[in-house]
């Protein structure tokens, strides 16, 4: 079976990273870590970090697993969406399972499981409800199928990509299931994303689903700080302001369980400072504040800016004639 729930990327994660500088001076204050996967249907365990570049600066783990049915998990499965989601249902079922026989499938003395004890424990804060999973899916018709293995399983389900979601809006509401989204996506670069529009966002807060907003195409760990003209283009199409900017603060900390994403007593002091609109593509991080610390915004593309500025210093490539 292909699961990958036990995987931990937290080893790998170096807080020294240029990424880390880069994102923070585009606004960015904490992110959630999630691997990917182009072999595993579970892609593993996930952590949050504080962007301030410290040896400490993890501040969460196990807060998702991510999950890839549709034509991801199709693909994965060797082809078929209902392999993936039949291995899916056998892997939480064997969760549910061992929580109940821990002992005894510890032992041995229990029938043989098709998946390993580490990946079984990995699966338990799904299992419990301590965490969510986050399923990956943009076909309406496969939102549908995530909602009933969630309530089959009395899972917390969160949905990412969900280019189709506004056609089935009113089900993601009544299930209460957040949606994970990128605002720009509004082309039929698949089968399973025909349906995609730029008021996506719009129609699913209208029906009263809590919408998160990430940043365009898959390179998130590079363009994190590309959420915000993502969100500015869901409210150019219609999600009231307000929402625009919960969808990439308040939402995301509120449905992760991580610390911020509001201005009010108590909370977490990460605050930005911009130049004008911060859902404006042409406004700029003026001031960055991590736990109430000022931050630096010099990162390696300021950097190459200021030795490049002025070439004829001797700093640029210019040929002479």
Do not use: C
Not at 293 to 310: A, E, G, W
Request: no cysteine; net charge neutral; proline share 5%.
């Amino acid at each position: 079976m292909q699961i990958g729930t036990a995987y931990d990327p937290l080893p790998a994660y170096n807080p020294h990273s240029t990424l880390i500088p880069f994102n923070r001076a585009g606004g960015v204050t904490r992110a959630l870590v999630i691997p990917g996967s182009q072999h595993k249907i579970f892609a593993g365990r996930s952590f949050a970090i504080k962007l301030n570049g410290a040896m400490d600066s993890v501040v969460g783990t196990d807060l998702a697993q991510r999950v890839y049915l549709g034509e991801a998990g199709a693909h994965l499965a060797g082809g078929s969406r209902a392999v993936a989601y039949g291995q899916v249902r056998q892997a939480l079922g064997e969760a549910r399972e061992y929580a109940a026989n821990r002992e005894a499938i510890r032992r041995g003395d229990w029938r043989d499981l098709s998946l390993t004890v580490a990946d079984l424990e990995a699966l338990q804060p799904l299992i419990s409800g301590r965490e969510p999973m986050l399923v990956a899916v943009n076909r309406a018709s496969d939102i549908l199928q995530a909602i009933k293995l969630a309530q089959e399983f009395n899972l917390r389900l969160v949905v990412e990509g969900a280019a189709e979601g506004w056609m089935v809006a009113d089900q993601l509401a009544e299930a209460k299931v957040p949606v994970v989204i990128d605002a720009m996506n509004n082309l039929p670069i698949s089968f399973e994303s025909l349906g995609a529009r730029l008021d996506n966002a719009a129609l699913m807060h209208k029906a009263g689903v809590t919408v998160i907003i990430r940043g365009p195409g898959w390179l998130a760990t590079h363009d994190a700080f590309l959420s915000r003209q993502s969100a500015g283009n869901a409210v150019a199409n219609g999600l009231p302001y307000e929402e625009g900017l919960k969808s990439i603060s308040r939402n995301v900390a509120q449905v992760f369980g991580i610390d911020g994403g509001s201005i009010e007593p108590g909370a977490v002091a990460d605050i930005v400072v911009w130049s004008g609109d911060p859902l404006e593509v042409t406004s700029h991080a003026e001031q960055v504040l991590i736990d109430g610390v000022p931050q630096s915004l010099v990162n390696r593309s300021t950097r190459l800016r200021d030795r490049y500025l002025k070439p004829e210093q001797g700093h640029g490539f210019g040929y002479k004639h």
